[in-house]
């Protein structure tokens, strides 16, 4: 194993790519190594010495190929260093509070439990109405979310920080 760390996400138009490689930056800075993937990119775990994980968010539930990659992954990631980080309402204020104390999906908390990560996180996410789809810009139309970037990057810095201040009490 190396002491490389991961980061996996998955996104369905590039805003929760855009935090994974935030919080690439920020670990780099500290002086760790880092490789940032795509879940479906990711490959034998084994290389790395934590995980940080993140997906999009869509109604409560977690983007499908993530939530594939923490079932497919419990057993390994039980045995490694892991953050979870998701990334989802649009609007100002406490993301947990938007949400209604919504942090992270209920169908997946079992396994996270198993897991035990260091941390679960909820970031505030970005809606960019000329990258959707029409069935998500009608959705967004009909249930009248804000559009807009509404991503906390120093809150998200923060967290990356706190990462790396404990990695480095580990490696």
């Keep these: 194993m190396d002491n490389k760390i991961l980061i996996a996400y998955a996104t369905k138009y590039g805003a929760t790519a855009e935090i994974a490689e935030k919080i690439s ?3 780099r800075q500290e002086g760790l190594a880092v490789e940032v993937l795509p879940v479906k990119r990711v490959g034998d775990l084994s290389r790395y010495k934590a995980v940080v994980l993140g ?3 869509y109604v409560g539930r977690w983007h499908k190929q993530a939530a594939t990659f923490l079932k497919d992954n419990e057993r390994t990631l039980t045995n490694m260093l892991v953050w ?5 309402p649009t609007d100002e204020g406490d993301p947990e509070e938007l949400l209604k104390g919504w ?3 209920k169908d997946l908390q079992p396994i996270a439990d ?4 260091r941390d679960i996180v909820l970031f505030h996410g ?17 249930v009248k979310a804000p559009v807009g970037d509404f991503r906390d990057w120093d809150a998200i810095a923060a967290w ?3 990462i790396a201040d404990s990695l480095k009490n580990e490696i």
């Design 25 to 27: 930056q920020v670990l």
């Design 55 to 57: 997906s999009a968010v």
């Design 84 to 88: 979870l980080f998701s990334s989802g």
């Design 103 to 105: 942090r992270f999906p």
């Design 114 to 117: 198993r897991i035990e990560p």
């Design 126 to 142: 970005a809606v960019e109405v000329d990258k959707l789809n029409r069935l998500h810009k009608w959705m967004i139309a009909k």
């Design 160 to 162: 990356a920080k706190s």
